[in-house]
T-cell receptor, first 115, second 115 residues
Framework: NAGVTQTPKFQVLKTGQSMTLQCAQD?????MSWYRQDPGMGLRLIHY???????DQGEVPNGYNVSRSTTEDFPLRLLSAAPSQTSVYFC??????????????FGAGSRLTVL | AQTVTQSQPEMSVQEAETVTLSCTYD???????LFWYKQPPSRQMILVIR??????QNATENRFSVNFQKAAKSFSLKISDSQLGDTAMYFC????????????FGTGTRLKVLA
């Protein structure tokens, strides 16, 4: 049981480049989300999805794009990377509606550096 | 909008002692969930404990327990018999049960357990 798999674990980009952080889960979770973690700021929600074909914005969506074509995958796209997007990114999922739901299962994180 | 505040950026405790981490939140909702997540140096986020707001009884998980004061909007985490493996960043989180499906995290408390 792999849980939530994020790739890549580390990435260095130049300003203006684009890239996609991949997230896949094998638990049939309806809810998937992306967070960024910055020192002193905790985790901030970027985008989330409550099912295939449904996405919505979180606290800090600007500069990021998401899609949810399948239940398993929820990629995060950086359209034109900026140094302010240097951060550690976490993907997390949960069962949305079942009893005992709402507990997030996190991926291992992706450290992104934008030069 | 909901907010979560963790006023202790760093704490330390001697091995085998007890420590309490503070968390306060602000919401006008009546039904919600509260969580404590742990992030050890490995960076992997894992659930420590969860509390449903409609339950008056405080949640416990082995050495971890919470003091949930709904009227005061306080949700502290007590770690008993602290172990070296408890060294981690601890995040308090809030999620309301209606409307948008968003988690709000605090800024975290870095706990160091001393041998």
């Amino acid at each position: 049981n792999a849980g939530v798999t994020q790739t890549p674990k580390f990435q260095v980009l130049k300003t203006g480049q684009s890239m996609t952080l991949q997230c896949a889960q094998d638990m049939n979770h309806e809810y998937m989300s992306w967070y960024r973690q910055d020192p002193g700021m905790g985790l901030r929600l970027i985008h989330y999805s409550v099912g295939a074909g449904i996405t919505d914005q979180g606290e800090v969506p600007n500069g990021y794009n998401v899609s949810r074509s399948t239940t398993e995958d929820f990629p995060l796209r950086l359209l034109s990377a900026a140094p302010s997007q240097t951060s550690v990114y976490f993907c997390a999922s949960s069962a949305a509606w079942a009893a005992g739901a709402n507990v997030l299962t996190f991926g291992a994180g992706s450290r992104l550096t934008v030069l | 909008a909901q907010t979560v505040t963790q006023s202790q950026p760093e704490m330390s405790v001697q091995e085998a002692e007890t420590v309490t981490l503070s968390c306060t939140y602000d919401t006008s909702e009546n039904n919600y969930y509260l969580f404590w997540y742990k992030q050890p140096p490995s960076r992997q986020m894992i659930l420590v404990i969860r509390q449903e707001a409609y339950k008056q009884q405080n949640a416990t998980e082995n050495r971890f327990s919470v003091n949930f004061q709904k009227a005061a909007k306080s949700f502290s985490l007590k770690i008993s018999d602290s172990q070296l493996g408890d060294t981690a960043m601890y995040f308090c989180a809030f999620m309301k049960t209606s409307g948008t499906y968003k988690y709000i995290f605090g800024t975290g408390t870095r706990l160091k357990v001393l041998a």
